[in-house]
DNA sequence: ACCGGAGCGCTGACC
DNA sequence: GCGCTCCGGT
């Protein structure tokens, strides 16, 4: 047997050997969409343990989701073959490695191993507790305001102790003032957000040097995986986490660069091999993935970027089908077009698990659900409502979170009513106050309280609930199985039974999922290894890693390759897959691009990046679709063309679908070729900006600037009539692009 | 003092 | 179209 890569090497193009074979100092790959990327980096994996005996724990390899993660793990295992290791190196999302380090050593900065990770509505909640005990209302600053803030801050590597003196204004005088008791409360009951997870590890590393050196001594080859999206925290992080070998190599692409608005910086990999002297730079420019049309078509969005990297994709592929153009009457018509040409193409032998539509907004997601369910095409939606974020879902959870950290203020607020037992805001608040000041966590102390100055309704409330806590408390420490104690617990809550007492169709569903969940847990349970956090009960250990998998657990890591359904999802959720068939649904001004990006240049690239993900995922067949007419919050809106679809080249697209004349959900559809692209209503949108009328016909010029009633202040794009009437197509500052006559709107 | 109904205002993408 | 806030009924 030779070395692993004498017998794999040949898997591999140049470039891509070329990256896995320079295993010292900093590499930067930059791969292209579809160009073999978590090839190198698994091939590296590989390389590095069997070729050089580099020892596991030596490894560190970071993702973005566990989806990835898991993926990669798997391939790895995959090359390793049979006499491969048992063990594999660290291979996990950056939220995880942190908060594996925090369990391990997060006493030195206060924290148990115990402590609770918040999410959004969370983090969101215990600031609004932080802005009322500051006498602030939420009416004067907006809370995510505030916490946008704090967050950048975080972003910056600034604990709440070093902002104060960094402020410029009266508001982020405020901010600082709550950064610093969000904080202290975030300690109090135990709970670290998003951010704190890596602003702690960060801190942990520059305040213990011991710390930090243990793990610079044990990490001697670290792989960052879509490192265009590392916000500047996560990059000294990295810093921080480095030894002095700096075998460090990152991958990615500038060009897929989709989370500015978190604070990923694009420039950590624009100018990694300027931070990083003498850097190996390997361009991975061929495409395995798609047909030489999506490409071509791809590429041309993108090229429009002024920010890049400059690379080109090539592919060895034929043209492929052309790319095809849709535009419908209304988003109805929209989902039945693409549900229509599903139907069609899974008559024609596509599978369902090959098929996806992507969008920009999760609302999107409703209408084609609906549409699949009238034709039973079955279907995945991944993102906006996750399960975990069900509400009989969060209820349970609670339960078992303020079990593992008697102090978690949220899940008490979750837990302490649910199912009703007639305990109000009142006595919640009379509650947390008492348990405040004796100093014990608040499920701790609700555990044994006694005689509390709480009468009536209420009083047997808190009783009830007290013999839960009390119990469960106990049975954590005692018992093994969290799946028992689970089913124990719903049985002592009553929680199914009150479902069940309902019988509604939704509580019906509701049961079902809790079932769902605790089939979910036994599956954790079965294929529980032991974490190196070895503190506590058997059953404690297990639930710390069970609700620390769910809180980081992401919104693709429910999606299932193997199930013969249609997937939809975000343009973002996307990332990192590809389908045989995608429909991009919704392409319309001030959706996509969105009308938020209209501000700056920065983020119109960004739109222009989601748009060039979005059309990579396809290997053969591409649909852009979208509506003129749109329903949104209840109205109608009308809707213009993406300046996306003006960009495609006209070469490598087809017009299949243009909106009928006659109006109606009930027309017969069939799909058909019609008018050649440049003839066609397309057309009319694509060159809006250069046709504008001439300015006399109008009373309103292009970029003029107006204000409507109810849309407020925008400028003209675009003068028409409509019969006798003036329509205006206006970018709205609030709302984005919208068509509206004339006589509703007072020049400014 | 709690609960459920009616009305208002708004929603980007995510670990 | 949905979730949160205010208000009147028990």
Same mark, same amino acid.
């Given at each position: /047997? #030779?070395?692993?890569?004498?017998?794999?090497?040949?898997?591999?193009?140049?470039?891509?050997?070329?990256?896995?074979?320079?295993?010292?100092?900093?590499?930067?790959?930059?791969?292209?969409?579809?160009?073999?990327?978590?090839?190198?980096?698994?091939?590296?994996?590989?390389?590095?343990?069997?070729?050089?005996?580099?020892?596991?724990?030596?490894?560190?390899?970071?993702?973005?989701?566990?989806?990835?993660?898991?993926? /990669?793990?798997?391939?790895?295992?995959?090359?390793?073959?049979?006499?491969?290791?048992?063990?594999?190196?660290?291979?996990?999302?950056?939220?995880?490695?942190?908060?594996?380090?925090?369990?391990?050593?997060?006493?030195?900065?206060?924290?148990?191993?115990?402590?609770?990770?918040?999410?959004?509505?969370?983090?969101?909640?215990?600031?609004?507790?932080?802005?009322?005990?500051?006498?602030?209302?939420?009416?004067? !600053?907006?809370?995510?305001?505030?916490?946008?803030?704090?967050?950048?801050?975080?972003?910056?590597?600034?604990?709440?102790? =070093?902002?104060?003196?960094?402020?410029?204004?009266?508001? *982020?005088?405020?901010?600082?003032?709550?950064?610093?008791?969000?904080?202290?409360?975030?300690?109090?009951?135990?709970? /670290?957000?998003?951010?704190?997870?890596?602003?702690?590890?960060?801190?942990?590393?520059?305040?213990?040097?011991?710390?930090?050196?243990?793990?610079?001594?044990?990490?001697?080859?670290?792989?960052?995986?879509?490192?265009?999206?590392?916000?500047?925290?996560?990059?000294?992080?990295?810093?921080?986490?480095? +030894?002095?070998?700096?075998?460090?190599?990152?991958?990615?692409?500038?060009?897929?660069?989709?989370?500015?608005?978190?604070?990923?910086?694009? =420039?950590?990999?624009?100018?990694?091999?300027?931070?990083?002297?003498?850097?190996?730079?390997?361009?991975?420019?061929? +495409?395995?993935?798609?047909?030489?049309? !999506?490409?071509?078509?791809?590429?041309?969005?993108?090229?429009? +970027?002024?920010?890049?990297?400059?690379?080109?994709?090539?592919?060895?592929?034929?043209?492929?089908?052309?790319?095809?153009?849709?535009?419908?009457?209304?988003?109805?018509?929209?989902?039945?077009?693409?549900?229509? *040409?599903?139907?069609?193409?899974?008559?024609?032998?596509?599978?369902?698990?090959?098929?996806?539509?992507?969008?920009?907004?999760?609302?999107?997601?409703?209408?084609?659900?609906?549409?699949?369910?009238?034709?039973?095409?079955?279907?995945?939606?991944?993102?906006?409502?996750?399960?975990?974020?069900?509400?009989?879902?969060?209820?349970?959870?609670?339960?078992?979170? !303020?079990?593992?950290?008697?102090?978690?203020?949220?899940?008490?607020?979750?837990?302490?009513?649910?199912?009703?037992?007639?305990? #109000?805001?009142?006595?919640?608040?009379?509650?947390? #106050?008492?348990?405040?000041?004796?100093? +014990?966590?608040?499920?701790?102390?609700?555990?044994?309280?006694?005689?509390?100055?709480?009468?009536?309704?209420?009083?047997?409330?808190?009783? &009830?609930?007290?013999?839960?806590?009390?119990?469960?408390?106990?049975?954590?420490?005692?018992?093994?199985?969290?799946?028992?104690?689970?089913?124990?617990?719903?049985?002592?809550?009553?929680?199914?039974?009150?479902?069940?007492?309902?019988?509604?169709?939704?509580?019906?569903?509701?049961?079902?999922?809790? @079932?769902?969940?605790?089939?979910?847990?036994?599956?954790?349970?079965?294929?529980?290894?032991?974490?190196?956090?070895?503190?506590?009960?058997?059953?404690?250990?297990?639930?710390?890693?069970?609700?620390? &998998?769910?809180?980081?657990?992401?919104?693709?890591?429910?999606?299932?390759?193997?199930?013969?359904?249609?997937?939809?999802?975000?343009?973002?959720?996307?990332?990192?897959?590809?389908?045989?068939?995608?429909?991009?649904?919704?392409? =319309? *001004?001030?959706?996509?691009?969105?009308?938020?990006?209209?501000?700056?240049?920065?983020?119109?690239?960004?739109?222009?990046?989601?748009?060039?993900?979005?059309?990579?995922?396809?290997?053969?067949?591409?649909?852009?679709?979208?509506?003129?007419?749109?329903?949104?919050? #209840?109205?109608?809106?009308?809707?213009?063309?993406?300046?996306?679809?003006?960009?495609?080249?006209?070469?490598?697209?087809?017009?299949?679908?243009?909106?009928? @004349?006659?109006?109606?959900?009930?027309?017969?559809?069939?799909?058909?070729?019609?008018?050649?692209?440049?003839?066609?209503?397309?057309?009319?949108?694509?060159?809006?900006?250069?046709?504008?009328?001439?300015?006399?016909?109008?009373?309103?010029?292009?970029?003029?600037?107006?204000?409507?009633?109810?849309?407020? =202040?925008?400028?003209?794009?675009?003068?028409?009539?409509?019969?006798?009437?003036?329509?205006?197509?206006?970018?709205?500052?609030?709302?984005?692009?919208?068509?509206?006559?004339?006589?509703?709107?007072?020049?400014?």
């Amino acid at each position: /047997m #030779g070395t692993f890569l004498e017998t794999h090497g040949s898997e591999l193009n140049e470039r891509q050997l070329a990256a896995v074979s320079q295993t010292e100092g900093p590499v930067l790959v930059l791969a292209g969409a579809g160009s073999g990327k978590t090839r190198v980096l698994t091939y590296r994996i590989a390389h590095l343990i069997y070729d050089h005996y580099i020892p596991l724990d030596a490894i560190l390899a970071m993702t973005f989701s566990n989806k990835a993660a898991r993926e /990669m793990h798997e391939r790895v295992k995959h090359l390793l073959g049979d006499e491969g290791p048992a063990r594999l190196p660290w291979i996990s999302t950056f939220h995880s490695v942190c908060a594996r380090i925090l369990r391990l050593h997060g006493g030195r900065l206060g924290y148990t191993s115990d402590f609770a990770i918040y999410d959004d509505a969370d983090q969101k909640s215990l600031m609004k507790d932080c802005m009322e005990k500051a006498g602030i209302s939420d009416k004067e !600053i907006a809370v995510d305001t505030i916490l946008h803030q704090i967050g950048e801050w975080k972003n910056k590597g600034k604990f709440f102790d =070093e902002v104060e003196s960094l402020t410029r204004s009266s508001f *982020e005088e405020t901010c600082a003032k709550l950064y610093k008791t969000y904080t202290e409360e975030m300690k109090k009951v135990q709970a /670290m957000d998003f951010d704190d997870l890596l602003l702690n590890t960060y801190r942990l590393f520059k305040e213990h040097p011991d710390v930090k050196n243990f793990y610079q001594d044990q990490w001697r080859y670290i792989l960052i995986d879509e490192f265009q999206d590392t916000n500047e925290l996560q990059y000294n992080l990295l810093r921080e986490m480095m +030894n002095s070998h700096r075998n460090i190599c990152v991958v990615g692409d500038d060009d897929q660069s989709i989370y500015g608005w978190r604070g990923a910086k694009i =420039e950590n990999i624009l100018e990694f091999d300027k931070e990083f002297k003498g850097a190996k730079v390997v361009k991975l420019e061929q +495409n395995y993935r798609s047909t030489g049309n !999506i490409l071509k078509a791809a590429t041309a969005i993108i090229s429009k +970027n002024q920010m890049r990297h400059e690379k080109t994709l090539w592919t060895n592929a034929s043209d492929g089908q052309k790319i095809r153009l849709a535009s419908l009457e209304d988003d109805r018509e929209e989902a039945h077009f693409i549900v229509g *040409e599903m139907k069609r193409l899974m008559e024609q032998g596509v599978s369902a698990s090959e098929i996806a539509v992507l969008y920009r907004v999760n609302s999107l997601s409703r209408g084609f659900e609906e549409e699949c369910l009238r034709y039973r095409i079955p279907y995945q939606i991944i993102g906006g409502f996750r399960f975990y974020e069900r509400k009989e879902i969060k209820d349970i959870l609670s339960y078992l979170k !303020i079990l593992l950290n008697p102090s978690d203020i949220m899940a008490f607020r979750r837990t302490i009513n649910t199912p009703l037992r007639g305990i #109000g805001a009142t006595s919640v608040e009379k509650l947390e #106050g008492l348990a405040n000041i004796s100093q +014990n966590p608040i499920g701790v102390w609700i555990s044994q309280w006694d005689a509390i100055p709480i009468t009536g309704k209420a009083r047997d409330g808190i009783s &009830q609930y007290r013999d839960i806590m009390a119990w469960g408390l106990s049975e954590v420490e005692s018992r093994d199985s969290l799946v028992d104690l689970l089913i124990d617990l719903l049985k002592k809550t009553k929680y199914v039974e009150v479902l069940e007492k309902l019988g509604t169709e939704e509580s019906k569903e509701r049961v079902q999922n809790i @079932e769902e969940l605790l089939s979910a847990v036994q599956q954790f349970e079965e294929n529980f290894r032991e974490p190196d956090v070895t503190e506590g009960s058997l059953l404690r250990r297990k639930l710390r890693a069970f609700l620390e &998998q769910v809180s980081l657990m992401s919104d693709i890591d429910g999606l299932y390759e193997t199930a013969e359904k249609v997937t939809m999802m975000s343009l973002h959720a996307a990332k990192g897959l590809e389908f045989k068939v995608c429909f991009l649904a919704g392409m =319309e *001004e001030g959706l996509f691009p969105s009308a938020r990006s209209y501000d700056s240049y920065e983020k119109t690239e960004e739109e222009r990046r989601l748009c060039y993900v979005g059309m990579t995922r396809a290997k053969e067949k591409l649909y852009l679709t979208r509506a003129e007419r749109r329903r949104v919050f #209840g109205s109608i809106n009308f809707c213009v063309a993406s300046r996306f679809l003006k960009d495609v080249p006209m070469s490598a697209v087809e017009t299949v679908r243009e909106p009928a @004349e006659s109006s109606g959900s009930d027309y017969a559809w069939r799909p058909r070729i019609q008018k050649s692209a440049a003839q066609s209503q397309f057309a009319n949108d694509f060159d809006f900006d250069q046709r504008v009328q001439s300015d006399e016909d109008f009373s309103f010029r292009k970029g003029e600037r107006v204000v409507h009633p109810s849309f407020g =202040e925008g400028i003209v794009q675009k003068a028409e009539f409509l019969g006798a009437d003036e329509c205006l197509s206006i970018a709205f500052a609030r709302r984005g692009l919208k068509k509206v006559l004339s006589k509703f709107v007072t020049k400014l």
